[in-house]
């Protein structure tokens, strides 16, 4: 590559076709935007069958707090989080806190990350490596997932593949447009507080520029634009590192494995992982075969590259920081996404001379990727929760006056409880008998609760003959949180109904 690539590259003027048709540009922001459609469309569709889970509770719960006590919490809690929790109070007090209208959103961002890639993918190579990047962003497991959860990964994708889209536009435009990295600084910080790990990228951006043989002027922006967004952000960084305690007990689980890394990460099954790996291997053979390869006209920069980086520099610098700060999880890497899915189509074209091939070949990772969104859409996809089940349940058999207990002997986010605090409707018969403090009332996203005994004294019993009894249950071990205290008492079992993730009893006094 040559030392100074700006100086290189052709400009970068939409090339027009015959007089009757439209310019090179307009086609690809209309195939970019139909592949940001039909990634919306594919994570939209079953997106409310799930029922909610620990995580999505979280938000939900924080997003519908009054603001000065969402506020009084992020400043001990969630403060990574707290720019989604934001937007989401805005959100549901529009659009209601049904499962498909919190999910929405994350719907649309996954939607403006497909359509950003295709677009990168059409301005640094061609319209076919576009259309097949699209596609497969569209079926990517990990977007798929990401595209019908409540929670700030789908945001972080979506702002991470826009910024990558304008880093493509920088070297294109030979640094010539200043604006630019303004927008990048903007994008790089708003990424940022809306998860703390897409500061990341900026190192990503960095190594690419210098692979690329960027001139110092360049490199001097990029530092400046990152510096600028590192200083915006860095009240986040005083907050996470406060907050750290939320993810220690990431320490004492092993995230790194091969099935988290080279499957679960982006890929969400072993079929699908075996094409996409095979697809990745070769776009990169490619590009070591184009960056040897002796040329004598300009070389552009090359898309293959700039997904390397992206996918492998932010995720590699979180896994070499385990022994020294436990902060990583397989979906952390959410953000990265998108540049599987360039490399993905990346291979696939590389393998082909023709379109009936590329269409070939694009048919199997879709056909891989089916039975993963199919189980995405199954009513316990979300950590096998089902507190749609146990909303129904009691929703069908209490009557009013009845009592409720649920299981505290769980983390907050496995707790039963959170399905009458993520569905209050389904419950309007029964009085919760040993609620302390409901979530808005505390620094935390959850409930606190009285045992049942301090919850006996206080009269929360008194004259309630029915009780029922939700424990958390993992199939092989059931909890009794509570039950011996209801003997004591005088209740007894009249009943049992075993859930997924549940059994619900009914006492009787």
């Not at 922001?29 to 079953?46: E, M, P, Q, R, S």
């Not at 859409?377 to 507190?387: K, L, Q, T, V």
């Not at 389904?426 to 409901?438: E, I, N, P, R, Y």
């Amino acid at each position: 590559m040559s030392s100074r690539l700006e100086s290189r590259l052709p400009e970068t003027a939409p090339l027009a076709a015959d007089s009757g048709r439209l310019t090179l540009r307009r086609r690809l922001t209309i195939i970019a935007v139909c592949a940001g459609l039909l990634a919306f469309t594919i994570d939209l569709i079953g997106s409310w069958i799930p029922s909610l889970w620990g995580d999505e509770a979280a938000s939900l719960l924080s997003a519908e707090r009054p603001l000065p006590t969402l506020f009084a919490m992020l400043g001990h809690v969630d403060a990574v989080h707290g720019l989604y929790y934001l937007l989401l109070h805005f959100w549901v007090n529009v659009a209601g806190t049904s499962p498909f209208a919190i999910r929405l959103p994350s719907a649309v961002a996954v939607g403006i990350a497909v359509a950003a890639i295709t677009w990168m993918c059409g301005r640094l190579h061609s319209i076919r490596l576009a259309v097949l990047a699209g596609v497969v962003g569209a079926v990517l497991p990990r977007l798929t997932y990401a595209g019908e959860e409540a929670r700030a990964y789908a945001f972080d994708a979506a702002i991470c593949a826009v910024l990558f889209a304008i880093v493509a536009e920088i070297v294109l435009a030979r640094d010539r447009r200043p604006r630019l990295w303004i927008a990048y600084g903007v994008l790089l910080a708003l990424g940022t507080y809306m998860f703390l790990y897409d500061l990341l990228t900026a190192v990503a951006v960095g190594v690419f520029l210098l692979l690329s043989r960027a001139s110092r002027r360049t490199l001097g922006r990029w530092a400046i634009a990152t510096g600028s967004a590192a200083l915006v952000t860095s009240p986040l960084l005083f907050f996470a590192l406060a907050e750290r305690a939320q993810v220690a007990y990431l320490a004492h689980r092993t995230e790194v494995t091969a099935q988290s890394i080279l499957q679960n990460m982006w890929f969400g099954s072993a079929p699908f992982a075996i094409v996409a790996w095979t697809c990745i291997l070769i776009a990169c053979v490619a590009l070591v075969v184009r960056q040897v390869r002796p040329t004598t006209g300009e070389r552009r920069p090359d898309v293959v590259l700039l997904a390397l980086c992206w996918l492998v520099v932010p995720v590699g610098v979180l896994i070499a920081s385990i022994p020294f700060v436990a902060g990583f999880t397989a979906r952390y890497a959410t953000f990265a996404a998108p540049a599987a899915a360039v490399l993905i189509a990346a291979g696939i074209e590389a393998m082909i001379s023709r379109t009936r091939l590329a269409v070939l070949l694009t048919g199997v990772v879709v056909l891989a990727a089916v039975p993963v969104w199919a189980a995405q859409r199954g009513p316990y996809a979300m950590n096998e929760s089902d507190w749609n089940q146990i909303a129904s349940f009691v929703q069908t058999n209490a009557r009013s006056g009845d009592g409720i207990v649920f299981d505290e002997a769980v983390r907050p986010s496995r707790r039963t409880r959170l399905a009458m605090d993520t569905d209050p409707a389904a419950f309007s018969a029964v009085k919760d008998l040993t609620l302390d403090h409901a979530y808005p009332q505390n620094t935390t996203w959850h409930d606190t609760a009285y045992s049942v005994e301090e919850a006996a004294s206080l009269g929360r019993f008194d004259g309630v003959d029915r009780v029922w009894v939700v424990e958390y249950s993992t199939g092989s071990h059931t909890d009794s949180w509570g039950i011996s205290s209801l003997d004591a008492l005088g209740y007894h079992v009249a009943s049992r109904h075993t859930e997924h993730r549940s059994v619900i009893y009914l006492f009787t006094k």
